[in-house]
């Protein structure tokens, strides 16, 4: 038998030819099937010189070569990061219209808290003071008591743009990422917010604006509810996959149902970005009401016909199946 | 064959074994730490530059509006970007040589990269990673809510060098043979550590050469009713002996 010594001097060579084509950026045909040789090769030295205990230190060698050889020749990772547009404009509604009742289950969590909140506020002012502080009312009520008409400065708009990525963006994200806690976050993020803006609504309007905020609100409304309701749904998703996990262990029911969610979550911070832009420099803007609620009946007819009727028909994309959640070799 | 608790073993198509070993808890702190420092740095710079759009452009409201879009760019996609460009590791995980895989071995995509770092938000709760770093302490693999959800782990990338092939310095004497069994009664795993030894003795100085070589050495010293005045040297015999070897 071999000693490790003339096994090492005799496959140096290979490793290291290995090694240096590992480490280029770009690899042609020649080389690639020259490294698929190379890698085969260092898979059965692996193998000889565990079974000949030649040392952790080679072996360690070995694993390392053969583990970023496997990993260049299976990985084809650039392709799978060229999908964003086809993971907003067809994974999106698609996966939206499969999620219809963690969709129903969200718009309920999210809307039943709205009306009670604009409801109790409308019938007694008294009941926006147990849900937010007075102070806090009060400027509320202070903003939307002027008519927009005369519309604001332009680097405000900018700073309220930025404000809003940030703060509505976040808001949805850790909607949807505590919803893997049981569902409970989001539904405590669903059930807040509702109850949060339904009592503001309900008090500016109480207080004799409601022109004001409705104009101002209708605009990027469709947009921004619809998405804090969707990442909502993408969270309980999560949490429920937790809960029913039908043939699946735990984790694997997890792990398919978050890779379910990745396009709903995209598409909501998408339409977060579009919510962002319209609150930021159209619903401050001094165009008339009539107008504005056009456009805000316009919105509420695209996000639904997104939702209904886009990528249709369309085939499914592999990366959807997730390939490495797989059962055990059947074999 | 493999000792390590910390190591995983991936199976490929080729029915091929090679194991990963895990990233644990205080090298991912580290990168961490690292990471905030970077993104710190990043946000400072940014509000910095919004100042001077403020003081010299006077559109202060344009520079807040970018600052804040920049503060959210930096918190939310920071780790996907860099992810995305460093082959499955940040900043911070780059300096202490780890990387983000699938648990399959395979290099993560997008959608990974997005769910694990998303799912930092529940990771976080209810304050500094306290639910993340409970969920890893109890699972084999380390990994936090994010890794179990995308289904990554954390991996240390290894380039380890194979050590110099065994020499024996002096050159062996028959004299210094003549009191040693022609074949030593030694176990496999006895000669691997022996070997290992032999291996490293050129990386020790010679006093903690000598010092690991007595550890061993009068266990076969007393096995072979040998005597010895050097116990590295003795090793090193044995050794050679059981290889096979002559004067």
């Not at chain 1, 496997?70 to 086809?86: D, E, F, I, P």
């Not at chain 1, 503001?200 to 619809?226: D, K, P, R």
Request: charged share 20%; hydrophobic share 50%; aromatic share 10%.
């Amino acid at each position: 038998m071999k000693t490790r010594d003339e096994f090492v001097v005799q496959k140096q060579s290979a490793w290291s030819e290995l090694d240096s084509l590992l480490v280029r950026d770009r690899l042609d045909g020649s080389d690639l099937s020259r490294l698929s040789a190379l890698y085969r090769a260092v898979c059965s030295d692996l193998m000889a010189a565990r079974a000949a205990g030649f040392g952790t230190d080679l072996l360690g060698h070995l694993d390392g070569l053969a583990a970023r050889a496997h990993a260049v020749l299976y990985g084809h990772g650039r392709r799978r990061w060229q999908t964003g547009l086809g993971l907003l404009l067809s994974d999106f509604p698609r996966k939206l219209r499969e999620s219809a009742p963690f969709m129903l289950a969200a718009a309920l969590l999210f809307f039943v808290p709205f009306a009670l909140g604009l409801a109790s506020t409308l019938l007694s002012p008294k009941f926006a003071e147990t849900v937010l502080p007075p102070a806090a009312l009060e400027e509320m009520a202070e903003m939307y008591s002027k008519s927009v008409s005369e519309g604001r400065e332009s680097g405000t708009n900018a700073t309220m743009a930025g404000f809003y990525v940030m703060n509505n963006v976040g808001i949805a994200f850790r909607c949807f990422a505590t919803g893997i806690l049981f569902g409970v976050g989001s539904i405590f993020f669903l059930v807040y917010n509702g109850l949060v803006i339904g009592t503001v609504v309900g008090h500016v309007t109480a207080v004799g604006h409601g022109q004001n905020i409705l104009a101002f609100i209708c605009g990027h409304s469709a947009y921004e509810l619809g998405a804090i309701v969707i990442s909502g749904a993408a969270g309980l998703r999560l949490g429920w996959s937790l809960i029913a996990t039908g043939n699946l262990t735990r984790l694997g029911s997890l792990r398919v149902a978050a890779l379910g969610t990745v396009p709903l979550i995209a598409g909501a911070a998408g339409m977060l970005l579009i919510a962002a832009a319209v609150e930021a420099f159209w619903s401050p803007s001094s165009i008339p009401y009539p107008v504005k609620y056009a456009f805000g009946g316009a919105s509420l007819v695209t996000v639904f016909s997104f939702w209904a009727f886009a990528a249709r028909g369309t085939r499914r994309r592999d990366h959807e199946k997730p390939s490495h959640v797989t059962l055990e070799d059947p074999a | 064959m493999n000792t390590l608790d910390s190591a995983i073993d991936v199976e490929t198509p080729e029915r091929v074994r090679f194991s990963f070993r895990l990233a644990g808890p205080a090298q991912r702190a580290a990168a961490y730490l690292i990471d905030v420092i970077v993104r710190g740095t990043v946000l400072a710079a940014v509000w910095f530059v919004a100042g001077l759009f403020g003081v010299i452009g006077g559109a202060s409201g344009v520079g807040v509006g970018l600052a804040l879009l920049a503060l959210f760019v930096v918190e939310w996609g920071y780790y996907v970007a860099c992810e995305r460009f460093m082959n499955g590791a940040s900043i911070g995980k780059r300096v202490l040589h780890l990387r983000v895989v699938r648990s399959d071995g395979l290099p993560i995509g997008f959608p990974e990269s997005l769910l694990r770092n998303l799912l930092r938000a529940a990771d976080f709760l209810p304050f500094g990673y306290a639910l993340g770093v409970l969920v890893a302490f109890v699972d084999p693999r380390f990994r936090r809510l994010g890794d179990l959800a995308a289904s990554t782990m954390v991996v240390v990338e290894r380039r380890q060098p194979v050590l110099p092939a065994v020499v024996i310095r002096p050159a062996v004497q028959a004299r210094e043979l003549e009191a040693i069994p022609l074949k030593p009664p030694l176990r496999q795993d006895e000669l691997e550590a022996i070997e290992l030894f032999l291996r490293r003795a050129s990386e020790l100085n010679v006093s903690r050469e000598q010092e690991l070589a007595e550890l061993v050495a009068p266990v076969f010293a007393r096995r072979m009713q040998l005597g010895y005045r050097n116990a590295a040297r003795l090793l090193a015999l044995l050794y050679h002996r059981a290889r096979g070897g002559v004067a």
